[in-house]
Structures are given as C-alpha cells and as structure tokens.
C-alpha cells in the first residue's frame, strides 16, 4: 500500500487510497486459501466433523446448510394419535378443539425459541468462518 499521506500539495487523494485498500482486501481473501480450499468449502467440512462428533442427523445439517427453514421450530404440529377407531378420532377431535387455546400459550414461546435459533446459527457460522480464516492465515505464516 502506498502513502496514505498528503501529496506535496497537501491534498490526500481518496481515490487512490481507496483502490489501494479495496485493492489490499481483495488480496488478503486470496490470501485466505489454504492447499487451494476456499474458506467456505473448510467451513462445511468443519461443520460436517463437528456434527458427526455431536451424532446429529445427516438431514438437520443438510438442511442447515442449504438454508431450508424447516430444520428450525414451528408452532404447527400434525395432530394424530396411535388410538384406532372411535376412540381415536374422538382424540383427535379433541385435540382439535384445544389446539387454538394451547396455541395462545405456545405460539410465543416456539417464536422467540426460533428466532433465538436463527440468531445462534448466524453467530456459529460468523465464528466458524472467522476462526478458519484466522487458521489459514497462521497456516500461511507458518509456511513464510
């Protein structure tokens, strides 16, 4: 990077010194590649080995991972029962029934849970990619 400081007629050009820092971040995300991995693909290789290590369900992180909301809570629930006959569907219409009132003491529990969920998985994957890209760089600096 060249001298930020002001030319000999006492003008700081901007310009130049704002190329040469958008020029200097380019540099250093090339820089973040590590045996030719970009840092996105080391992230998702972490995440599978930290999720096989907590023995979570192959489909959860898929899902995590490709960004489909149904990984997270909802306050809608399939409503069934393992009775047969009369006295199942009497179950089920009941359950019918009381759903809307439990749902008043549910729904905003279940909705700050998943925006708490939200929250915490956009944390874990700044981190995730933070920490990683602070290993490469360390990595590199080891190389030099």
């Not at 040469?20 to 045996?35: C, S, T, V």
């Not at 909301?69 to 009369?86: E, F, K, Q, V």
């Not at 009132?101 to 995730?128: G, H, K, S, W």
């Amino acid at each position: 990077m060249g001298d930020p400081l002001p030319s000999q007629d006492g003008r700081l050009d901007v310009a130049r010194l704002m190329e040469e820092l958008r020029e200097g971040i380019r540099q250093r995300r090339e820089d973040a590649l590590f045996d030719g991995t970009p840092v996105e693909e080391t992230v998702v290789r972490r995440l599978k080995a930290l999720a096989d290590e907590a023995q979570l369900d192959g489909e959860v992180l898929e899902r995590l991972l490709r960004g489909d909301p149904r990984w997270n809570l909802s306050p809608d629930y399939r409503i069934a029962t393992h009775r047969r006959g009369l006295s199942g569907a009497l179950v089920v219409g009941l359950k019918r029934v009381v759903r809307p009132i439990v749902r008043l003491y549910t729904d905003p529990v279940v909705e700050r849970q998943r925006q708490i969920n939200l929250y915490l998985l956009q944390v874990v994957q700044a981190l995730l990619d933070e920490t990683t890209r602070l290993h490469q760089a360390l990595a590199k600096l080891k190389e030099r």
